[in-house]
């Protein structure tokens, strides 16, 4: 059993360098210690550049590799929500989520999942990378340090602190939520003037409620916890769905494993549905079973594959595999994705072996490479 994790720890490790191109967290947040002097796009006379540059000290904020900081560029739920623990120093010691994502944020929501915040994305990634509204933002700042229970409570909370002072006047005294705009999205700048005003007033701490529920009297899980937060979201405000304790793997094209971690049914489609269908049954009767995804790339107890995104100009596919795999599932997976017939003589050398746009190569000890270039 020991040998077989192993192996399976080297195969993950071969194919991360697939994964670059196509993860979440390469879109997201790849960001660079540009000062914010040098942000090319925020210079001394914009309004949140003093905000801009404590946030950057305080590391909840960076820029991007074009020198850049983006200021006017929506905020997605997940880049709020690690602004959020960053801001607070809110850690993500409650444990996992269970099988519920894959994404790059995946520690952040974990974390504020434990004091039970408001928020859409704890089960959806794609909820994550959207943007996110006034009022969600608004109710998880007011749950963890102003005790709200409600968008009205929430808005109250947020006006007077003066950590904003509303969107819309013609609604003041009328309308509270159009007066906020709860369903308006918010910039970079934004966000990071509302924690810049809070630092200023000294409310840098959850308190309340918040902390209550981080000491989980009741015993909840981290999905229970991640299930009543979302659920004190206003009606107008919630998107996502609350998550099960047993995810719902019914529509994978493959079984799961019972001690799998960090499945996504999605990811395991996407890249399986790249093989025929005669291939994904000789697959099952094999008995074999996922254990891991990622975006592109899935891991079952013998191999793993990962598909690349576009952007990867040479290589299409890279497979990765045991050697007490049944060379057959071997065979069969690569003629599905090149069209290439191998043999026995070409899966048991030990060098290299170049065959059309196939590349084969012994990377460790019991783990064989494929390379499928375009």
Not at 25 to 42: C, G, R
Not at 224 to 243: E, I, P, Q, V, Y
Request: proline share 2%.
């Amino acid at each position: 059993m020991k040998k077989q994790i192993k192996v399976v720890a080297m195969i993950l490790l071969l194919l991360t360098s697939i994964a670059a191109p196509t993860v979440s967290f390469a879109k997201d947040h790849i960001e660079a210690n540009v000062l914010v002097e040098n942000f090319s796009d925020v210079n001394k006379n914009h309004y949140a550049y003093e905000a801009i540059k404590w946030a950057q000290q305080r590391g909840i904020v960076s820029g991007y590799p074009d020198g850049t900081f983006k200021p006017n560029a929506e905020l997605t739920e997940s880049q709020f929500a690690k602004m959020l623990a960053e801001f607070l120093a809110i850690k993500d010691n409650k444990g996992d989520i269970i099988n519920a994502t894959t994404h790059w944020s995946d520690r952040n929501y974990d974390s504020l999942a434990g004091y039970g915040v408001p928020l859409n994305g704890y089960f959806d990634t794609v909820i994550r990378d959207k943007p996110v509204k006034r009022g969600v933002v608004a109710q998880a700042i007011s749950h963890l340090t102003g005790n709200a229970s409600s968008l009205t409570e929430a808005i109250n909370y947020m006006v007077g602190e003066e950590i904003t002072t509303g969107q819309n006047r013609e609604f003041e005294g009328k309308d509270l939520s159009k007066f906020f705009g709860s369903n308006n999205n918010l910039t970079r700048a934004q966000v990071t003037a509302f924690f810049f005003r809070m630092h200023k007033s000294n409310i840098e701490e959850a308190t309340g409620i918040a902390i209550e529920i981080h000491k989980n009297t009741e015993g909840l899980s981290l999905v229970g916890s991640a299930n009543n937060g979302m659920s004190k979201l206003d009606n107008s405000l919630r998107t996502g769905k609350l998550g099960s304790e047993t995810p719902d793997f019914s529509s994978a094209l493959l079984p799961i494993s019972d001690s799998a971690e960090y499945v996504n049914v999605n990811y395991i489609n996407e890249v399986i549905s790249h093989l025929s269908s005669n291939t994904i049954n000789k697959i099952k009767e094999k008995g074999y079973q996922v254990t891991m995804t990622s975006e592109g790339i899935v891991s079952t107890n013998y191999f793993t594959l990962g598909v690349s995104s576009e952007i990867e100009k040479v290589m299409k596919y890279r497979f990765s595999y045991r050697e007490d795999i049944d060379i057959e599932i071997v065979k069969c997976i690569v003629k599905d994705l090149s069209g290439e017939t191998l043999t026995d003589a070409d899966l048991s050398q030990t060098t290299k072996v170049t065959k059309g746009k196939i590349v084969i190569t012994q990377e460790f000890e019991g783990v064989k490479d494929i390379r499928i270039l375009r």
